[in-house]
């Protein structure tokens, strides 16, 4: 009994980083700029694609090609941004139709550029066994995609929290006027920070990319998963993020293993349903915005 439930929260702590990673982008860019950002999807794909094509037509590895991942997709993030997201701000119905009508965009690009069959991204050699964890056998690449995900956590909340870059932001984020008036670039601020979300959901994407076909579709899924994470942790809390993201982990977990991954995700939805009816400001948000 014991070795079940370790196997259990050992892959809830699995589906947890993964949620973890690709909601931490769309965490960051809702919770500072108030955009519903329904291309974030798109970008987890991005990130797919890229680490595809960079093994495909430039042999780089995926270890070699993470930070290259990041700058392509990143630059993707800055140049919509720039062209589209910037003149729809305080507008929240008009940007939710503008990144659905760029992520439509995006798939039919890459259906055109590379194809609509799947495609895949080859596992890293040296993670491609298992270790003992507990006296459980588990991928090594799973262990790998935890670890990075903690790195990257760690290195948002210090961009946050202990960089003049992020001091600027939390100031924006609660009053942008003010903010203004004492010199503080906000227009400059948001791109950077768009820009740093799109590259977090392009290294999801790419993480992610061994263990699942890419497809142009691909980011469908992974966008509502990354929605209900922010809905549950809080759009202004990075720690709550991080704790709704182990939450919806053990819960998938949990209950795909007492019925099946459709029903897990279904249960799970209706719960996240319930709570926003009674908590519609998460289970970890304690600020409003301004």
């Known amino acids: 009994m014991s070795e079940i439930v370790i196997s259990q929260v050992i892959t809830g702590l699995s589906i947890g980083s993964i949620l973890l990673l690709v909601a931490l982008g769309l965490?960051?860019?809702?919770?500072?700029?108030?955009?519903?950002?329904?291309?974030?999807?798109?970008?987890?794909?991005?990130?797919?694609?890229?680490a595809w094509a960079l093994q495909k037509y430039a042999n780089i590895g995926l270890f070699e090609g993470l930070i290259l991942i990041?700058?392509?997709?990143?630059?993707?993030?800055?140049?919509?941004?720039?062209?589209?997201?910037?003149?729809l701000y305080d507008r929240p119905m008009d940007t939710i139709l503008a990144?659905?009508?760029?992520?439509?965009?995006?798939?039919?690009?890459?259906?055109?550029?590379?194809?609509?069959?799947?495609?895949?991204?080859?596992?890293?050699?040296?993670?491609?066994?298992?270790?003992?964890?507990?006296?459980?056998?588990?991928?090594?690449?799973?262990?790998?995609?935890?670890?990075?995900?903690?790195?990257?956590?760690?290195?948002?909340?210090?961009?946050?929290?202990?960089?003049?870059?992020?001091m600027k932001l939390r100031a924006i984020t609660q009053n942008r006027e003010m903010a203004s008036s004492f010199g503080i670039n906000s227009d400059r601020i948001y791109s950077l920070?768009?820009?740093?979300?799109?590259?977090?959901?392009?290294?999801?994407?790419?993480?992610?990319?061994?263990?699942?076909?890419?497809?142009?579709?691909?980011?469908?899924?992974?966008?509502?998963?990354?929605f209900m994470v922010v809905v549950l942790g809080g759009v202004e809390s990075l720690l709550g993020t991080i704790a709704s993201s182990l939450i919806l982990g053990q819960m998938n977990g949990f209950l795909a293993y007492f019925s099946n991954d459709t029903m897990a995700k279904a249960i799970v939805f209706m719960a996240i349903i319930v709570l926003i009816r009674f908590r519609p400001q998460g289970l970890f948000s304690t600020k409003n915005r301004n």
């Open 27 to 50: 965490a960051i860019i809702y919770g500072t700029t108030g955009v519903i950002n329904l291309a974030h999807g798109e970008f987890v794909m991005l990130g797919a694609y890229s």
């Open 70 to 87: 990041f700058f392509i997709v990143a630059f993707i993030g800055f140049f919509i941004e720039r062209i589209v997201i910037r003149h």
């Open 99 to 166: 990144t659905w009508g760029v992520g439509i965009m995006a798939q039919q690009i890459i259906r055109l550029t590379a194809g609509g069959e799947l495609r895949y991204v080859e596992m890293p050699q040296s993670l491609g066994s298992s270790i003992s964890v507990f006296g459980i056998e588990t991928s090594a690449f799973r262990i790998f995609i935890l670890v990075m995900t903690a790195a990257l956590f760690g290195l948002t909340w210090y961009l946050m929290y202990k960089t003049n870059i992020g």
């Open 193 to 226: 920070t768009f820009a740093y979300g799109s590259g977090l959901a392009g290294l999801a994407g790419a993480l992610v990319s061994p263990l699942k076909s890419v497809s142009p579709e691909m980011g469908t899924t992974y966008v509502v998963d990354a």
